[in-house]
């Protein structure tokens, strides 16, 4: 066991005025199993560069054990797959190799093909087993779920369950839940720590959110009582003042003496409420600093004349001579809320891509309504450069509705001044969502659309869909969201 110190740590990009972290200080012992958790852009992926000597920060990062990157940035993907173990672990021993890859349920026969001829599951359980050979090494891992599907998910648990002394980067509930001991989260105004699983956390989380939320309650009232006491005393004090030289055409003689005493009471009594107000006004300001606003989204969706929107019946998709999928069949109805099921390569994007319209080779029988409306999320974000307001107006999109989508997604609005390709994976992810949430379309598919979204984001989007139902067809590996969400499953 040992520990990774770091101390008043300090970080801007450069040209940047906003500091990602400001003199936080924590411990993180070697032997956990760490879970890293916190919104979009907060600086996960940051705080592992910054463990591996990537930036210069001010503060102190000690640690007697050396850090690996999970992914492994693979140059040569032609390559075959037992070359690339070679080049993230040189010193590998092979019959730990074929252990480790045993665990993962995958053949030995992977390591004799080429890389880019493997699966993306595939490819995660091969670069996962190489890094955890090496024992001396404190490993930093990733998001390594990305386009895994839910039987990937679960073996890739399993495996991490059964290791230790890792960050282990993620926002699959499920997944977490399953293997870390430790949550490292990154809030609003610090980094904290705390022992247990995601859901522990999670509860702790909102109960202390609650709390907070009460306490501003009972100090707001308290405020405005005391504001208006300390306005109706100081209002006493200087009417008693007033009386100290009697009132005109009056011959009463007035002890000046005495009603001087009682103003100036008065006005203590006002200034000591003055006070207190003031401490209850610094109070209230340490609440609410760590409470992520997840304000609730709208959408409206076209309401589409006929009650069946799309059907497949025993359809077979074909590319070349490959059959992709056999016999598929489902119908599409007004407010169906579809999970596209199936492990990765059943053919689950070809489906997608024959409903959306493009020219796809099938057999069997397929039929679309006609004026259909449907929006459209990829799985793929590279195309995202450039301005929002110009992507909002290219794709003919209220770009005010399209910046309050993405304000309630938790864009800041210096975000909104940035280049896309400068954003992070979940925040390119969310301007998708946010774009489809815009259009006025019949019906939804996203494909695999809560890759690299954040935990509050998840669940905000759960929200919506769950509120205003819409017709949606959908591919997601998060256990927890399918099982919130689907009316319907459709298993390939």
Not at 67 to 82: A, G
């Amino acid at each position: 066991m040992s520990l990774i110190n770091v101390s008043n740590l300090t970080f801007a990009y450069d040209g940047s005025y906003d500091n990602i972290f400001e003199n936080v200080s924590f411990q993180i012992d070697t032997s956990w199993k760490l879970g890293f958790t916190g919104r979009n852009g907060r600086g996960k992926t940051t705080f592992l560069n910054l463990l591996l000597g990537k930036y210069e920060y001010s503060g102190h990062i000690s640690a007697d054990i050396g850090f690996e990157y999970f992914p492994f940035q693979v140059q040569n993907k032609e390559n075959q797959t037992l070359d690339i173990v070679g080049e993230i672990y040189p010193d590998y021993v092979l019959w730990e190799l074929l252990r480790e890859l045993s665990l993962l349920k995958v053949s030995d026969d992977v390591l004799y093909r080429p890389f880019d001829s493997l699966s993306n599951g595939e490819q995660t359980k091969v670069m996962l087993a190489a890094l955890f050979l090496k024992e001396n090494s404190f490993l930093l891992i990733d998001e390594p779920t990305n386009h895994l599907d839910m039987e990937a998910r679960r073996l890739v648990s399993d495996y991490l369950n059964g290791k230790s002394g890792f960050i282990l980067v993620s926002h699959d509930r499920a997944f977490l839940d399953h293997c870390v001991d430790h949550i490292l989260s990154i809030n609003k105004t610090h980094i904290e720590i705390q022992k247990g699983s995601f859901s522990d956390w999670w509860e702790n989380k909102q109960r202390q959110d609650n709390f907070e939320l009460g306490e501003n309650d009972r100090l707001r009232k308290d405020i405005k009582r005391l504001t208006e006491a300390a306005k109706r005393t100081e209002g006493w004090s200087h009417q008693v003042e007033k009386t100290k030289n009697g009132t005109k055409n009056s011959g009463s003689k007035v002890d000046k003496g005495y009603v001087g005493h009682k103003a100036a009471k008065m006005m203590k009594r006002s200034k000591s409420m003055e006070q207190r107000q003031q401490s209850s006004i610094e109070e209230k300001s340490k609440l609410l600093k760590n409470i992520e606003t997840s304000e609730s989204l709208k959408i409206s969706q076209l309401s589409y004349h006929k009650p069946q929107l799309a059907e497949l019946e025993q359809v077979s998709i074909y590319y070349g001579k490959r059959e992709v999928c056999r016999d598929v069949s489902f119908t599409i109805e007004r407010g169906d809320r579809i999970a596209l099921s199936g492990k990765n390569g059943s053919g689950k994007s070809s489906i997608i891509k024959l409903i959306c319209g493009e020219d796809i080779s099938y057999t069997g029988t397929f039929r679309r309504g006609s004026q259909l409306q449907i929006s459209y999320v990829s799985q793929d974000t590279s195309h995202l450069q450039g301005n929002l307001s110009d992507y909002a107006r290219e794709h003919g999109i209220d770009e005010s509705l399209f910046k309050a989508i993405l304000r309630k997604l938790d864009f800041s609005r210096l975000q909104f001044e940035k280049d896309m390709a400068d954003f992070s994976g979940g925040q390119k992810k969310k301007v998708l969502i946010a774009k489809s949430l815009c259009e006025q379309a019949h019906l939804l598919i996203w494909d695999e659309p809560l890759n690299f979204i954040d935990v509050i984001s998840r669940v905000q989007i759960e929200e919506l869909l769950l509120d205003y139902e819409p017709t949606i067809l959908f591919v997601e590996h998060d256990r927890e969201f399918c099982g919130n969400i689907a009316t319907k499953v459709v298993e390939l």
